[in-house]
């Protein structure tokens, strides 16, 4: 449950679509997923302020409880510590076979995704000439997906609450549902099929050298034909199930397996950390953890990273695959943006999914669903993408129902897994849960305080900031879905000259696009965000200090220094991410301190106007939770400096100091010193840049609150949320956190995001079809019983199968009031139909959720 700070992540969402008996009507649950659309829905206004009409207004500040203690419950307790009162919520993800004991306990959940499962295969043709490589070979690496019997997996390890995958992009997700025709073909034409793979298995080793044995196995150079298997048995348990049944199916095809059982720690170098060639292993169970829903809103990118040689993951097995020259083309070309419209991408996307089964670098296998319990008194927004704890919005409104204050108990899965820190400290999801209740909210992808994603679409609301513009250059597809952003194109975008684009270490300034580019910089995308002229008199630290420029200017200055080996706090391993991140940078300004207005450039861009936009909060810039109040960076910069601390394990490991926390352990004393040492010379950190923007005075107030601010807590985590860490308790692995009542903003600002509005769908229609007849179906799509508005619904979409899973039509389905669409099937549609079992399924493609309603309906067509 680690989030790797570049590891580009495959994120899903799984969906469950409900199949009932032939001939009576049929209800889907509702399916996650985030929004990209066949047709670009009409922008949409920013949220409300207020609550919704049913709750009261209110005139609290910061979060709905008084208090919150989180501590550590085994999951397999969780239950009965949820009906025994000992907690109120469980906020860690179980997985789907848990689920019915969830409901048989008459208690509440979330539901996202738990992440994804699938084999990853070795391409390469060993260095060993002795030793066979069948997986260098595509056809058998394309046979396993007809080897390996999905829904048999999602029954027996996953209690069929998960959903077979096949694609790298998340099953019934919008992306999904965009492309479903080819989608629903690809898995129709891979559906299991153990006769077929061994058949292609059986035809292409002869080819490559290798010849069955007497006892039925396959032989090279007379040896048998032996694939190291690397399977997991750590995490949360399903990988070892899924390693063991898909050995079974190889060896049941005539290959001998050496089932390897380790630990991430022990498998991971090994798959990812060794030449592939030097033939190490053949097949690693390969799991992944969701992101969240603003990197799903555009999964183009994802078919390079799974598959080909220009993977930003730039490890084994990637380097080694060989792809077809038409696949690595399209993935490149999508991961880069090199379309000139969404019609271009679509078809550039329907054909990359079709190729991506016949190279299968990984064969898919599940898409998890997992679920959180909470009590029935208490009310939980979370991320549809990753569950509660990685919901950036979900500290605003948990509450207990028509209540305000009170004590929360929360049991998660651990605490303090490793030191906090928001440079290099721990990315763990449960401590960056309680991490985000003390944080201005954020974006997952802009990762900035000056916005707030929305858990149910993965776009991002003014939080924050007062305006925002976007620029992007012509031709760029981008699509602006909200109105709150103001959105231009331009021929060109160009850098300013006095754009900061990179940092001396050694001068301890800013390097400006003149010095660096004199010959002139461009851009893809332009953002400028403007605050409100009153922002450092009304945001404040949870220390009393308020909110200042030097702030913002202090995060920027971080992030460049720890990778300028110049730099007393050079980090190799942190100088990695931040050579990978600033490729597409081009740069920052600050237009004005009064009001704050930040431009910032780039060339990545997102096909989410939203998605561009940057308001650089001091917050981490290496993806974790947390804020960077300038002072603690700056003592913590200095115990760095002189030795005695690291902030990344890495680097505390190679230098044999300690690994910076702001909350535990010795690091504390350490960091105190410091405290006192810049107190006492009114120490302004990089001196050259930052004494334009922080005085003596305001370094004097600002030392003198955090110093008073560590006597009455014990720890350095300051933030300017919603929430304040109280106490801390390391070694009993429990906290405290306690409302902020100088928070800026009322309880409720968020409270629109207190419930997703998941739509349901019943599909009704005739039992029999005379094949060259027309004939209608209806769909009822609602939310809590009620029609869920036209103007709330993107897309109704409809696929027709034939009695072999054949698609034989797809199409939109009419609106005919709201709640209420048609879909009909004229004569010359249902003539193509076969005599036998014919299916209808229904997608409906809702705007206020990132997630479509499946469902279907089975029929007879006769002649």
């Known amino acids: 449950m680690k989030i790797k700070h570049l590891y580009y992540v495959l994120s899903l969402l799984v969906a469950v679509s409900v199949v009932l008996a032939a001939c009576a009507p049929q209800v889907a649950a509702p399916t996650e997923a985030p929004q990209v659309q066949t047709e670009e829905p009409a922008m949409t206004e920013a949220p409300e302020t207020e609550t919704p009409a049913e709750m009261p207004k209110t005139e609290r500040h910061g979060g709905w409880l008084d208090e919150i203690d989180v501590s550590v419950v085994a ?134 050298g290798a010849e069955p044995g007497s006892d039925g196995k396959w032989q090279y150079q007379g040896k048998p034909v032996t694939l190291i298997y690397l399977i997991r048995p750590d995490g949360d348990g399903t990988r070892k199930p899924i390693g063991d049944y898909t050995a079974n199916q190889l060896e049941s095809i005539g290959f001998t397996v050496d089932r390897q059982y380790k630990n991430s720690s022990e498998a991971f170098p090994i798959w990812l950390g060794t030449t592939a060639a030097d033939g190490q292993w053949h097949l690693y169970t390969a799991g992944y953890n969701p992101s969240g829903l603003g990197t799903l809103r555009d999964e183009a990118p994802n078919i390079q990273q799974s598959y080909l040689n220009t993977s930003i993951q730039a490890g084994e097995p990637y380097i080694s695959n ?148 976007l620029t992007f250059k012509e031709g760029l597809p981008i699509r602006q879905n909200l109105d709150w952003l103001t959105v231009t194109t331009a021929p060109q975008v160009d850098v300013p000259e006095d754009a900061w684009v990179d940092w001396d270490a050694k001068e301890q300034r800013f390097i400006t696009a003149r010095e660096k580019f004199p010959e002139g910089l461009t851009a893809n995308v332009k953002s400028v965000v403007v605050y409100p002229a009153d922002l450092f008199e009304t945001i404040k630290w949870h220390d009393g200090s308020p909110l200042s420029v030097g702030d913002f200017v202090m995060s920027m200055i971080q992030f460049f220094d720890v990778a300028k080996p110049e730099s007393s706090i050079y980090d190799e391993s942190l100088a990695l991410s931040v050579d990978a991140l600033t490729v597409s940078f ?161 309880a409720d600002r968020w409270a629109r995001f207190s419930e997703p509005q998941l739509a349901t769908t019943v599909l009704d229609g005739p039992a029999q079809v005379q094949a060259g007849e027309e004939a209608v179906f209806d769909a009822t799509v609602t939310f809590k019983d009620e029609p869920y508005s036209q103007a709330d619904v993107h897309k109704v979409k409809y696929i027709l199968y034939d009695a072999s899973g054949a698609v034989v039509s797809v199409g939109d389905a009419q609106a005919v009031e709201d709640g209420h669409y048609q879909v009909t099937l004229p004569s010359d549609v249902t003539s193509k139909l076969p005599n036998g079992s014919a299916r209808l399924e229904v997608a409906v493609v809702p705007i206020p959720v990132a997630i479509p309603s499946f469902t279907s309906l089975d029929f007879v067509a006769i002649p």
């Not at 009310?379 to 948990?398: C, F, I, K, R, W």
């Not at 009455?712 to 956190?737: A, C, I």
């Open 75 to 208: 999951g397999d307790s969780a239950i009965s510590q949820l009906q025994a009162g000992a907690i109120d919520f469980y906020s860690f993800n179980l997985a789907s076979d848990v689920y019915p004991a969830i409901r048989d306990a008459g208690l509440s959940s979330t539901q996202s995704l738990g992440g994804y499962y699938g084999v990853s295969l070795n391409p390469a043709v060993f260095t060993d000439k002795t030793v066979l490589n069948p997986f260098s070979n595509r056809k058998i690496r394309e046979a396993l997906n007809w080897l390996f019997d999905r829904d048999y997996l999602n029954q027996e390890v996953f209690a069929g609450g998960s959903l077979p995958k096949f694609l790298p992009v998340t099953t019934q997700l919008v992306e999904y549902t965009n492309l479903i025709d080819t989608a629903r073909a690809v898995e129709s034409k891979y559906a299991y099929n153990f006769d077929r793979a061994k058949e292609v298995i059986d035809a292409e080793m002869p080819g490559m």
């Open 322 to 469: 060989v792809s077809d020259p038409e696949f690595q083309k399209l993935g490149d070309d999508l991961a880069q943006g090199k379309y000139s419209s969404k019609q271009e991408r679509d078809s550039m996307m329907a054909r990359a999914l079709e190729l991506s089964l016949e190279d299968s670098l990984f064969v898919w296998l599940i898409d998890q669903q997992v679920y959180a319990p909470y009590n029935n008194n208490v009310q939980v927004t979370y991320d549809l993408a990753t569950g509660p704890e990685s919901t950036n919005v979900g500290p605003y409104n948990l509450r207990f129902k028509d209540q305000e204050g009170g004590t929360l108990k929360i049991g998660t899965n651990d605490l303090f897994t490793q030191p906090w820190n928001t440079v290099g400290g721990s990315n763990w999801v449960w401590d960056a849960g309680v991490m985000r209740a003390t944080t201005m909210g954020t974006s997952n992808i802009t990762n900035g305080g000056g916005l707030m994603a929305d858990p149910y679409t993965g776009l991002p609301y003014p939080q924050r900031i007062e305006s925002a513009e």
């Open 586 to 746: 081009k740069g920052y300004r600050i237009v004005s301190t009064d009001p704050l207005t930040i431009e910032a450039y780039n060339d990545t861009y997102y096909s989410d106007a939203e998605l561009n936009v940057v308001p650089l909060w001091p917050q981490s810039p290496f993806g974790l939770a947390g804020e960077n109040s300038w002072p603690v960076l700056t003592i913590s910069n200095l115990a760095e400096g002189a030795g005695e601390l690291a902030y990344t394990e890495d680097k505390a490991d190679n230098a044999q100091v300690e690994n910076t926390s702001w909350v535990g352990g010795p690091s504390l004393e350490i960091l105190a010193r410091y405290l006192d040492q810049a107190a006492d010379e009114s120490y302004i950190p990089y001196e050259p840049t930052l004494g334009q923007y922080i005085t003596k005075e305001e370094a004097d107030l600002r030392y003198a609150n955090l110093k008073k601010w560590y006597e009455d807590h014990d720890h350095f985590w300051v933030g300017t949320g919603p929430y304040y860490l109280d106490r801390v308790f390391t070694t009993e692995k429990s906290l405290v956190l306690k409302n902020n009542p100088d928070f800026i903003d009322l």
